[in-house]
Nanobody, 123 residues
């Protein structure tokens, strides 16, 4: 069982940066692949980035490549999303999620979710 709590969201101007954090409880955190998803108003929730359990392998959605960086610290039971060069279209609720399969970015493969943190990018 893993419980996830996101933080770090807020209001930022276009071109700015934010760092999201996700704190996890549970002794098995280091065995999970961790991902970030987001859901914009009126849209489906979509994949943003994923990191393998050892923190070596990462994969990004095209919209995040070159601007976002996912990382994790297994000693602290935490995963992060550094977001740079933010755009208004990045405005969404961002969720972290834990799953067993690094090679899947489908939401159904993630069994544990946080409550989300709002990111708003103004133009």
């Amino acid at each position: 069982q893993v419980q996830l709590v996101e933080s770090g969201g807020g209001l930022v101007q276009a071109g700015g940066s934010l760092r999201l954090s996700c704190a996890a409880s549970g002794r098995t955190f280091s065995t999970y692949a961790m991902a970030w998803f987001r859901q914009a108003p009126g849209k489906e929730r979509e994949f943003v980035a994923i990191i393998g359990s050892f923190g070596i392998n990462t994969h990004y959605a095209d919209s995040a490549k070159g601007r976002f960086t996912i990382s994790r610290d297994n000693a602290k039971n935490a995963v992060y999303l550094q977001m740079n060069s933010l755009k208004p279209e990045d405005t969404a609720v961002y969720y972290c999620a834990a799953g067993r399969n690094y090679y899947s970015t489908g939401q159904a493969d993630f069994g544990f979710w946080g409550q989300g943190t709002q990111v708003t990018v103004s133009s």
